[in-house]
């Protein structure tokens, strides 16, 4: 009988690897605690309506990309191929916009799903650390929020970043936007391909997005949305870049960034590291006035915020960052009789908040050892019969090979002091 395998595009996380992501992750959820970013969960499947509504039907996600499917009731359900939506979602749902204590800031960690071709970066299931703040419009939380993200990608140890942003003005002024672009995609309606072709009467910025042959250099002449919104929005952005800036933040100005989802408004940026070839977007967001709006709420709910790639910045990162330690000191018992004594200690040093382990099976001395250094523990306590019966242990720094003991009593002491 065969083995059988998982689904494509959906990849296993086992150490090493498991544990820089866990480090990854532990990285942006601290950053987001730091700016008072409560963490919250959310369903992994939602009701179809919520990405068809809040996504944007012109985006490759919607027509594309979604796991969508009827459940057993009924209903058309898909899972989750991006995390604002439903966080909007839940946050009308529970009445959020009418509590008070404006703006909310919530923190969300978890998988989500696309159907693409899988690729290094680019899997049919991924996962992201993201922060919404929802509530207010005001050019500091925009530059708060932009700067959490690239101090949340430096905790992981990433560095060659680079941040390009750019502003896509309100929704009033993309009306007449559409119709100059359209116009001038009309002089190209021969040469474009068939997704741009369809989807531009929807929404032609989405051209902006396409890499098929041809189309960026037919971009690069495209008329900018950034040189047609109000003046409003153009003192806002200048804001936000001000503030980052000051904060010796590196941005680029790129006006043709306009990112996969429809429901961009004013700030929208993205984080790129050197080295990840096509898939260098290693997180992004922006600003999503009217989304609120498009999911049924009969007034303006503005929100901002980003999401951030665990499984880019784990490829990113490569072996700049070693993987943190499975445990931190090894217990050695010399004599397998000893296994129950090396066990109360393991324990001991559990509950003191170090990270703690030993062998099982009765293996010699030796073996141990070599199961200490796989583990990358930093010490190894050895306890024989002598040790015991004088109630002290021995304590090995497995990097030089130095040895002293240290009484039982004072064990977790000198291991906590190094």
């Known amino acids: ?8 595009g959906a990849p296993d996380w086992l150490p090493p690897d498991a544990r820089t992501f866990n480090h990854v992750e532990t990285a942006f959820l601290e950053a ?30 919607v027509q594309k990309e979604m796991y969508t499917f009827d459940d ?13 939506a439903g966080v909007i979602r839940a946050a009308l749902e529970a009445g959020v916009p009418r509590s008070g204590s404006l703006p909310v800031k919530w923190a969300y960690a978890g998988e989500f799903f696309r159907y693409e071709r899988p690729q290094a970066g680019r899997q049919r299931q991924f996962n992201q650390v993201g922060i919404e703040a929802l509530g207010a419009t005001d050019p500091v939380l925009d530059a708060e929020v932009v700067l ?52 531009r009467h929807l929404n032609p910025m989405r051209a902006f997005d396409s890499k098929a042959p041809g189309v960026p250099e037919i971009m690069a002449g495209a008329p900018l949305l950034s040189d047609h919104v109000s003046s409003e929005a153009k003192e806002f952005h200048e804001e936000v870049c001000r503030l980052l800036e000051a904060e010796g933040v590196p941005l680029t100005h790129d006006p043709q960034l306009v990112r996969g989802l429809d429901y961009y408004t004013r700030t929208t940026f993205e984080y790129q590291a050197l080295g990840l070839g096509a898939q260098n ?35 990113a990162l490569g072996d700049q960052v070693a993987p943190p330690p499975r445990a931190e000191v090894f ?24 990270p703690a382990d030993q062998s099982f099976g009765g293996r010699r001395m030796k073996a141990q050892l070599k199961l200490a250094d796989r583990s990358g523990a930093r010490l190894a306590v050895m306890l024989g019969p002598d040790e015991v019966a004088r109630d002290v242990v021995t304590v090995r720094d497995l990097a030089t090979g130095e040895q002293r003991e240290v009484a039982r009593a004072e064990v977790v002491a000198a291991v906590a002091s190094g």
């Not at 009988?1 to 494509?8: A, F, V």
């Not at 057993?72 to 604002?84: D, V």
């Not at 309100?170 to 001038?184: C, G, K, S, T």
């Not at 709420?297 to 503005?302: I, N, S």
């Open 281 to 315: 977007a290693v997180g992004g967001g922006g600003r999503y006035d009217g989304l609120a709006e498009d999911l049924g709420w009969p007034e303006p709910f503005p929100g901002v915020g980003w999401a951030l790639g665990i499984d880019r910045t784990v490829l």
């Open 148 to 199: 959490l993200g690239w101090e949340a990608l430096l905790r992981t140890g990433l560095r060659d970043l680079t941040l390009r942003m750019n502003t896509l003005g309100d929704r009033v002024d993309r009306p007449a936007y559409h119709e100059r672009l359209n116009a001038y995609l009309d002089r190209f309606a021969d040469d474009l391909p068939p997704d741009v072709a369809d989807r």
């Open 32 to 61: 987001a605690r730091l700016g008072g970013y409560e963490r919250i969960r959310t369903p992994v499947f939602e009701p179809t309506e919520v990405f068809a509504r809040g996504v944007g039907e012109s985006t490759d996600v």
């Open 72 to 84: 057993k009731g009924g209903r058309s359900i898909t899972l989750r191929p991006e995390g604002t």
């Open 1 to 8: 009988m065969d083995i059988l395998k998982g689904i494509k």
């Open 331 to 354: 217990v050695v018992a010399v004599d397998p009789s000893l296994e129950s004594v090396a066990f109360a200690l393991v324990a001991e040093l559990r509950r003191a908040g170090i």
